[in-house]
Each structure stands twice: as C-alpha cells, then as structure tokens.
C-alpha cells in the first residue's frame, strides 16, 4: 500500500467514511438517531429514555423501579465472523447495565455489592472491575456460541459459558434502576478472523521527488 501527500492540495476534503469502511457504523454526531440502524430495544424507549446528544448516544434509567432500555443494531448481530467496537462508560450513581447483548455476553454492571465488568449466565460472572464515571474502549468477539473475548482498553478477559443461539442482538442499554446513565460513541462492526492479521509500516523508501515523504 502506497500513501503520496502533496502539501499544496489544500483544497482536497476529508475523504474518511466510518460507514463505507465498516460493515456498521455510528458515531452519533448528527444529534438524531438512525433509525435505519438501531431500533427500540423497548416500546417508547426512543420517546423517553434513549437521546443522542454532544456526540454520543445516552441511555437513562427510570428512577422508580427496574426497567430495560436501549438502541438495538438493526438487521446486524455478533456472530463467529464479527467484532463489535465501541466506545463506552457508566456514569450516576444508579445500578444496573452498561451495555448489554442479548444474553448478557458483555456488561458494565452495579449493583449494591459494588460495580463490575462481566456477563449473565445463570448469575452474574464478574470479569474484571469498573472504573465508573470514565470512558473505556471496547471490543467484544464472539469465537464461538460459548467462547467470547472481551477487549477493555489495553486488558483482554476470554470465557466460556453455556450455548447462546447466534447471532446474538447487540444492544446499547440494559436493565436499570435509580436513574443511572450510560454513553456510548463510535460504535463500528468488522470482520473477524482467527488469527487476525498483522502490519508492519516501511517507513525506509521514499515517495516521488517532488512529494513529500510520508511512507
């Protein structure tokens, strides 16, 4: 792959599409929800619980008693060939979920025992704990209908649980209570393959004289 920049093409625009290059993408900048990409997760959660605001997508727990809210991905779920990649944080102080795919594969979650990073399989399995209040950067792989692996930042968590029927819903919410608030932002699915491949970047050669170098 070759990369030439002239420095005088000022007029030359941002060519960058998340959309064409992935097989779904949402960064959530217009200030309305797509809805030929996500769907309710429940009746009237568009209406009153999920928004999409300064640049990412918020869903808001009901204050009263526990209740489940979110954005589903529409017509796109996590299989064996997909990974799913977002950007994500808890913040307030209610309990409940983070995020959430059907069958609980990955969650931020609190509840009176403490906040912890884990998924749903007959109880909760906790797999790392949580820094509330901050974002984090996720990626969750699906290896097979009981093998997943969970990416947080820089840290990786695999585990096998009882057989989900796949392709497992991807939602951006989860059961809440007490008003907590979850955020989500750059939300991209890609393809996945085991091993997935390497790069290396030659930056020893030169491009055309009469460009700057960039390789």
Known sequence: VYMYFDPDL??????????NTFQFFDDFEDGVIDTNKWEEWNTGDF?????????YLQVDGNTEDWSSHGAKAKDIGLNTDKVWMFRAGKFGS?????FITRGSVASEHRESGGAWL?????????????????WKRYEVICKSSTEFTVK???ETYSYTRSALSLPVDVILGGAMYSNPIARYDWVACRTYV???PSVEIDMSSKCRSDFQDIR
């Open 152 to 154: 947080r930042d820089s």
């Open 94 to 98: 209610g309990y409940g979920d983070c």
């Open 47 to 55: 209406d009153n619980y999920v928004t999409e605001t300064n640049g």
């Open 118 to 134: 884990g998924y749903y399989d007959s109880g909760w399995h906790t797999l790392a704990d949580v820094n509330e209040g901050s």
């Open 10 to 19: 000022t007029s030359v625009s941002d060519a960058s599409d998340g959309t």
């Open 194 to 196: 085991e091993p997935e």
